[in-house]
């Protein structure tokens, strides 16, 4: 058997760490050195942390920020850069007073060759901005409106102005955020999962494979995994290692395998159980 593409033995990546989209009360500055980062710690978020700008697309390279909490909405934001400007003065000097900030999209490509351009209007408002096979893909997460908020990833061209075609989920607000992870399949077809959670309410998982070369969806799967022993678990592994992503229903309580789809011949087809 031909070996997979070693690109598709990544493992996949997922966005609930990639904050971008949050508001921060920026407290000073410094010149990027070999000085460990101070981490943000969710535990205490209004105890300071540091931030590499390179990593954050409105971040300068060569730079760190240092930084107190991650808001979601201006008020929050607002309240706590007052709390901050008041009452946490030792932290910064008169030449650095605190300010509300976005630092811009979480930039997850180390070494990106796309351009990222501030004219196509879905930038500015990202969370994440990752690129993958030689075309951008861009997460944002909009904000509660009439009871709900929508989840996207769109694709763009490598120059950054075309979207060629936007994946999204209408989750409800009192959902929370969504969980969306990427999986490389083979080059060219990359497969997208949303999940999100609520209290008696279960998870739910939506499961979209494209073809981002032809700009298809290939596969369209919906899974609900509201607890109890028997409940059928939708996840998406490599059990046959050899580099490429299957589709698994698996039984919660035993971990007996119900159902897989394998990649073959272009598409995703089921496959007896091993």
């Not at 010149?31 to 710690?41: A, V």
């Not at 760190?64 to 706590?80: I, L």
């Not at 694709?155 to 999986?183: A, E, F, H, Q, W």
Request: hydrophobic residues 35%.
């Amino acid at each position: 058997m031909v070996a997979a593409p070693q690109w598709a033995r990544a493992e996949p990546l997922c966005d609930q760490n990639w904050d971008g989209a949050n508001l921060i009360v920026q407290i000073g500055e410094r010149k990027k050195d070999d000085t460990p980062l101070e981490p943000y710690d969710p535990k205490q978020p209004m105890k300071p942390y540091e931030f590499a700008g390179a990593r954050y697309h409105l971040g300068q390279k060569g730079k760190v920020y240092r930084a107190v909490g991650k808001f979601q909405n201006r008020e929050e934001g607002d309240a706590a850069w007052k709390h901050v400007y008041s009452e946490m003065t030792h932290l910064y000097t008169g030449a650095y007073p605190p300010f509300l900030t976005n630092p811009g999209a979480y930039l997850v490509t180390d070494l990106a060759t796309c351009k990222i351009n501030r004219k196509n209007p879905i930038i500015d408002p990202a969370s994440w901005i990752m690129e993958k096979d030689n075309v951008l893909l861009v997460g944002a997460q909009t904000e509660c409106k009439k009871g709900q908020f929508t989840k996207t990833i769109t694709v763009v061209s490598c120059d950054g102005m075309k979207n060629l075609m936007t994946d999204s989920v209408k989750v409800p607000c009192d959902m929370g955020r969504v969980n969306s992870c990427i999986y490389p399949v083979v080059p060219g077809v990359v497969a997208f999962e949303h999940s999100y959670s609520a209290p008696a309410q279960g998870t739910q998982v939506r499961l979209r494979v494209y073809d981002i070369a032809r700009k298809k969806r290939l596969h369209s799967i919906d899974a609900g995994h509201d607890g109890g022993p028997e409940t059928e678990l939708m996840s998406v592994q490599d059990i046959d290692e050899d580099g490429i992503p299957e589709i698994v229903r698996t039984v919660a309580g035993t971990g007996e395998r119900t159902s897989v789809l394998k990649w073959s011949k272009g598409k995703f087809s089921e496959v007896k159980a091993p």
